[in-house]
């Protein structure tokens, strides 16, 4: 749950700590850092979002300090007497007044909404706090169906802004979270960021957030860690510019407490979160992590990987929520003529990709949809598919430049290679696989150019001895250019296949196509 009106807020406490030889410029975590504190995303490195730099600064600025004053504070009962539009048009009018807000952009209700909530919950943090408790508001209302007003303005019956706690009468209204202090210029600004889509997912899917910080609320911290355990949700591990002790992040996995995935996630917080030191009945400076100025850095080594389950990559492959996922394949991404590559913007209103024989497409229809996705929607999906093509028949027999500057125009923030079957094809020994290799790279460096992220998913398991046997060297060719890759052949071996063991009827390719979007998110 987030933070009580009542708990005292403190601007983030960081210190420099010399790590020594090897580390370089990962100055960015506290003494306690050990190879579990990776990020479930398993980023390569730790990198500031690209709005940095300019919203850093800003901090304790100008921006920061002017607040939108709506005149109003809360009565006897923790509530707003005042209209939520009302106040919204005031803080346009004094927005547009500034220097900060081009005069032709309105203020919407729930960017202002968001900001009320940012301000109160951690208004005096860092740039990168402010964010990141938005896009837990914003991704726990999407898993709740509904939309930033729902969960933070309409919920209680009175909709009215306010406390979530009030003096001597708890929660009597019924609030997920406070939304009772005016925010600043700069905390709507980066309100605005996060409701645009632009804030680039800092906190890996947050959906709730907290602050064990103070001895007196959380004594044992890991009580807290277990509690949200329970519920499935976990902490999403380090993020660059928040201190986690001050606004710790919780992310809804699904997983249960004793199964293999929800034993590591534990462990890795507890490593983080296990023994605390005090200072005052706050966490002491020394415990907390330090993020400088400039950030290029190279991530812990990653905690081993679960052991395979029904969910076979463990921890999520990628992130989907609120972004542009481009889905890049052959046969099994799309159904189409082999005369040339199918390049498909997936519509929500398109239901025939539901019962497709081509996973993947059922896979992108899905992830549209926020369909068995974990709570995940993406903003857009596209699929660039061609029957029978592999990694090296992309590059040498089809228009490259033209299907890369084709996929460009979509702007992609995340792109899910699925390639392997014609791959095996093209040969598995040492030189084929250099070769393969080698086209597999251009992919990933042209997409990567594009600034999206790239992940691949493996070959499936097979009922044809060929592919059976040349499956292990793709997928191993596959984990070494892309990192992040998802074996499906657990999730492929019940499914129904046509005669030649390779590809799926509708009914396995709807099968698969929902396990994959589950799997991959």
Same mark, same amino acid.
């Given at each position: 749950?987030?933070?009580? %009106?009542? !708990?005292?807020?403190?601007?983030?406490?960081?210190?420099?700590?010399?790590?020594?030889?090897?580390?370089?410029?990962?100055?960015?975590?506290?003494?306690?850092?050990?190879?579990?504190?990776?990020?479930?995303?398993?980023?390569?490195?730790?990198?500031?979002?690209?709005?940095?730099?300019?919203?850093?600064?800003?901090?304790?600025?100008?921006?920061?300090?002017? *607040?939108?004053?709506? =005149?109003?504070?809360?009565?006897?009962?923790?509530? *707003?007497?005042?209209?939520?539009?009302?106040?919204?048009?005031?803080?346009?009018?004094?927005?547009?007044?500034?220097?900060?807000?081009?005069?032709?952009?309105?203020?919407?209700?729930?960017?202002?909404?968001?900001?009320?909530?940012?301000?109160?919950?951690?208004?005096?943090?860092?740039?990168?706090?402010?964010?990141?408790?938005?896009?837990?508001?914003?991704? !726990?209302?999407?898993?709740?169906?509904?939309?930033?007003?729902?969960?933070?303005?309409?919920?209680?019956?009175?909709?009215?802004?306010?406390?979530?706690? /009030?003096?001597?009468?708890?929660?009597?209204?019924? !609030?997920?979270?406070?939304?009772?202090?005016?925010?600043?210029?700069?905390?709507?600004?980066?309100? %605005?960021?996060?409701?645009?889509?632009?804030?680039?997912?800092?906190? $890996?899917?947050?959906?709730?957030?907290? =602050?064990?910080?103070?001895?007196?609320?959380?004594? /044992?911290?890991?009580?807290? *860690?277990?509690?949200?355990?329970?519920?499935?949700?976990?902490?999403?591990?380090?993020?660059?510019?928040?201190?986690?002790?001050?606004? +710790?992040?919780?992310? +809804? @996995?699904?997983?249960?407490?004793?199964?293999?995935?929800?034993?590591?996630?534990?462990?890795?917080?507890? #490593?983080?979160?296990?023994?605390?030191?005090? %200072? =005052?009945?706050?966490?002491?400076?020394?415990?907390?992590?330090?993020?400088?100025?400039?950030?290029?850095?190279?991530?812990?080594?990653?905690?081993?990987?679960?052991?395979?389950?029904?969910?076979?990559?463990?921890?999520?492959?990628?992130?989907?929520?609120?972004?542009?996922?481009?889905?890049?394949?052959?046969?099994?991404?799309?159904?189409?003529?082999?005369?040339?590559?199918?390049? +498909?913007?997936?519509?929500?209103?398109?239901?025939?990709?539901?019962?497709?024989?081509?996973?993947?497409?059922?896979?992108?229809?899905?992830?549209?949809?926020?369909?068995?996705?974990?709570?995940?929607?993406?903003?857009?999906?596209?699929?660039?598919?061609?029957?029978?093509?592999?990694?090296?028949?992309?590059?040498?027999?089809?228009? @490259?430049?033209?299907? *890369? #500057?084709?996929?460009?125009? @979509?702007?992609? +923030?995340?792109?899910?290679?699925?390639?392997?079957?014609?791959?095996?094809?093209?040969?598995?020994?040492?030189?084929?696989?250099?070769?393969?290799?080698?086209?597999?790279?251009?992919?990933?460096?042209?997409? !990567?150019?594009?600034?999206?992220?790239?992940?691949?998913?493996?070959?499936?398991?097979?009922?044809?001895? $060929?592919?059976?046997? =040349?499956?292990?060297?793709?997928? #191993?060719?596959?984990?070494?250019?892309?990192?992040?890759?998802?074996?499906?052949?657990?999730?492929?071996?019940?499914?129904?296949?046509?005669?030649?063991?390779? $590809?799926?009827?509708?009914?396995?390719?709807?099968?698969?196509?929902?396990?994959?979007?589950?799997?991959?998110?």
């Amino acid at each position: 749950m987030p933070y009580d %009106d009542n !708990r005292p807020k403190r601007g983030p406490g960081m210190i420099l700590l010399a790590l020594g030889a090897g580390v370089g410029a990962a100055l960015w975590y506290s003494r306690r850092a050990s190879a579990a504190d990776s990020s479930p995303r398993g980023s390569s490195s730790f990198r500031y979002a690209s709005w940095h730099d300019h919203y850093a600064p800003m901090v304790g600025g100008p921006a920061d300090a002017k *607040i939108l004053s709506s =005149g109003c504070t809360p009565d006897a009962n923790g509530n *707003i007497q005042c209209d939520p539009e009302t106040m919204r048009a005031g803080a346009e009018k004094q927005l547009k007044a500034s220097s900060f807000w081009p005069q032709d952009k309105p203020l919407d209700l729930a960017t202002y909404t968001l900001a009320r909530y940012m301000h109160s919950e951690i208004g005096s943090g860092r740039a990168e706090e402010r964010v990141a408790v938005g896009e837990a508001a914003r991704n !726990r209302a999407h898993l709740q169906n509904t939309d930033v007003n729902g969960i933070l303005l309409y919920r209680q019956p009175n909709h009215l802004y306010g406390q979530i706690n /009030v003096p001597g009468k708890g929660n009597i209204n019924g !609030r997920w979270a406070a939304t009772s202090r005016d925010p600043s210029i700069l905390t709507t600004l980066l309100a %605005d960021l996060v409701m645009s889509g632009r804030s680039e997912d800092i906190t $890996h899917g947050a959906d709730d957030q907290d =602050g064990l910080e103070f001895k007196k609320y959380f004594p /044992v911290p890991m009580d807290r *860690i277990l509690s949200e355990a329970k519920a499935g949700r976990y902490w999403v591990g380090p993020v660059p510019g928040i201190d986690h002790w001050k606004t +710790t992040l919780f992310r +809804t @996995f699904g997983y249960k407490p004793d199964s293999t995935e929800g034993k590591a996630l534990i462990e890795r917080a507890r #490593a983080v979160f296990g023994n605390p030191v005090y %200072d =005052g009945g706050v966490v002491a400076k020394s415990m907390r992590p330090v993020w400088p100025a400039k950030l290029d850095a190279p991530a812990p080594s990653p905690a081993p990987a679960p052991a395979q389950t029904t969910r076979p990559s463990g921890a999520p492959l990628v992130h989907v929520n609120g972004e542009r996922v481009l889905v890049f394949g052959d046969s099994l991404s799309h159904p189409g003529a082999d005369a040339g590559p199918v390049v +498909t913007d997936v519509r929500a209103t398109d239901t025939s990709l539901a019962i497709s024989s081509a996973p993947g497409a059922v896979m992108a229809a899905r992830l549209l949809a926020g369909l068995d996705t974990n709570g995940q929607r993406a903003e857009a999906v596209r699929i660039n598919a061609k029957v029978g093509r592999s990694a090296r028949s992309f590059m040498l027999n089809e228009n @490259f430049a033209n299907l *890369i #500057a084709g996929d460009a125009s @979509f702007r992609p +923030t995340k792109v899910i290679v699925m390639l392997g079957t014609n791959d095996i094809d093209r040969g598995v020994g040492t030189s084929a696989l250099e070769l393969t290799k080698d086209s597999m790279r251009k992919i990933r460096d042209a997409y !990567r150019a594009m600034g999206a992220e790239v992940v691949a998913i493996g070959p499936p398991s097979y009922k044809n001895g $060929h592919y059976t046997e =040349g499956a292990p060297a793709i997928l #191993a060719a596959m984990r070494e250019v892309f990192g992040q890759v998802l074996d499906p052949q657990s999730l492929t071996t019940d499914v129904s296949r046509t005669p030649d063991g390779i $590809h799926f009827t509708q009914a396995g390719g709807a099968t698969f196509g929902k396990r994959l979007a589950q799997a991959v998110t």
